[in-house]
């Protein structure tokens, strides 16, 4: 009886984290609830609870779930547990811009990968600890975690299996590479991503990298491209922003002033105290002072 509980808890799991993954969210976090009442044994409840507090994160809820993650991390019960709570954490700091925090948890994640052996878990906290450093401005260090994380895929069995972390994992370090001037590098890693890229919102994010890249090398064309390409896909604030501010800066440098004038009035709607942000985009180029990742 038991055994045929945790069976079904553990289907019910499962088809919790596919639900996830098209983004169904509410019902997962219900099929989370169905899976954590049938489970009757104090490991598969708390992997349970990992697994629906990562969902409440991703779109930006608290909860019991949320809350008992710090707990998980510090009673170290068992690594895969300390592991998947760590890097839920560190989604959750990093979104919530709570840096100091989110490398605390983001260095757990990589030491229980270490301690586990499992190099795709340290890909994944890498890869996390990279976007932690992108969005503080520490491009270099940003391009170590990155190049680490490359390096063991590279190496890893059945690289097929892994070719969406792999994307990303270049898409993350060629950005890396474009924010600390290092452009035709950037583009390269980027675009050698793009193909492996399949859910839109990375995609986006791909493109409106390369629009940064290929404006900073002034190839326009490309930068319009690739620009209005992302601004088709972009649903993140972050992403609808950034594009419009890249997509006037390539339109006033063409000469289209009038192009130019529609982004940049885009991108003050998400800045109404800030009355003369237009007339500042007009006067100095800002790319310099701008971090595409905040």
């Known amino acids: 009886m038991s055994e045929q509980k945790l069976t079904r808890a553990e289907e019910l799991r499962r088809s919790a984290l596919a639900k996830v993954r098209t983004g169904e969210i509410e019902e997962a976090l219900n099929t989370y609830d169905a899976a954590a009442a049938l489970a009757d ?24 779930e949320v809350q008992a993650l710090p707990t998980i991390v510090m009673r170290r019960r068992n690594l895969r547990h300390v592991y998947l709570a760590a890097y839920a954490l560190v989604f959750k700091y990093r979104i919530e811009k709570e840096l100091k925090r989110a490398t605390f948890y983001a260095q757990l994640a990589l030491q229980s990968a270490e301690e586990a052996n499992e190099s795709l878990w340290k890909v994944l906290a890498l890869n996390e600890m990279a976007s932690i450093y992108d969005i503080d401005s520490k491009f270099e260090k940003a391009i170590e975690c990155g190049e680490e994380a490359i390096a063991l895929l590279e190496r890893i069995d059945n690289p097929e299996e892994h070719r969406f972390v792999y994307s990303l994992a270049l898409e993350n370090l ?10 035709e590098a950037g583009i390269a890693l980027v675009e050698k991503a793009l193909p492996l890229i399949t859910a839109p919102i990375y995609v986006a994010e791909a493109y409106i990298d ?4 290929y404006l900073g090398i002034e190839n326009l ?13 972009a649903n993140e604030p972050r992403q609808v922003r950034n594009v419009h501010y890249l997509l006037g800066e390539v339109a006033y440098k063409m000469g289209d002033i009038e192009l130019a004038e529609f982004h940049f009035d885009k991108l003050a709607s998400f800045y109404p105290d800030f009355r003369h942000l237009k007339s500042l985009l007009f006067a100095i180029d800002l790319r310099s002072m701008v971090n595409l990742k905040l």
């Not at 060629?174 to 452009?183: H, Q, R, V």
């Not at 390369?210 to 890249?213: A, D």
Request: proline content about 2%; glycine content about 10%.
């Open 210 to 213: 390369l629009c940064y890249g």
């Open 221 to 233: 064309e490309r930068a319009r491209h690739f620009g209005e390409a992302g601004l088709e896909l």
């Open 174 to 183: 060629g950005a890396s590479k474009m924010l600390n001037n290092e452009f």
């Open 41 to 64: 044994d104090e490991e598969s409840r708390e992997l349970i609870t990992i697994n629906k507090a990562d969902a409440m994160i991703a779109v930006e809820r608290s909860g019991p």
